[in-house]
């Protein structure tokens, strides 16, 4: 997989954060929503606790666009 350019990243990450994550939230929700109608509602705790890996779940495959996107561009001459 090619690497992206530092710009490139920092594009796809505002996109994500805006477009992306926005839309993860209302699926995320649904789920849950399906989970407690399928199960006749879910203990909280079991609720939290899917809600808490739901949040770190989205994370996982886009940590490459993220990846330094809070530093200074490292191709950018002084």
Same mark, same amino acid.
């Given at each position: 997989?090619?690497?992206?350019?530092?710009?490139?990243?920092?594009?796809?990450?505002?996109v994500v954060l805006?477009?992306?994550?926005?839309?993860?939230?209302? *699926? #995320?929700?649904? =789920?849950?929503?399906? %989970?407690?109608? /399928?199960?006749?509602? !879910?203990? +909280?705790?079991?609720?939290?606790?899917?809600? *808490? #890996?739901?949040? =770190?779940?989205?994370? %996982?495959?886009? /940590?490459?666009?993220? !990846?330094? +996107?809070?530093?200074?561009?490292?191709?950018?001459?002084?």
């Amino acid at each position: 997989m090619p690497k992206l350019s530092y710009k490139a990243r920092r594009r796809w990450s505002l996109v994500v954060l805006l477009i992306g994550l926005p839309i993860y939230i209302v *699926v #995320a929700v649904n =789920f849950t929503d399906w %989970l407690r109608a /399928r199960y006749e509602g !879910l203990p +909280v705790l079991v609720e939290l606790l899917v809600f *808490v #890996a739901l949040g =770190f779940l989205w994370m %996982l495959p886009l /940590r490459f666009v993220f !990846l330094g +996107v809070g530093k200074a561009d490292p191709d950018e001459e002084e």
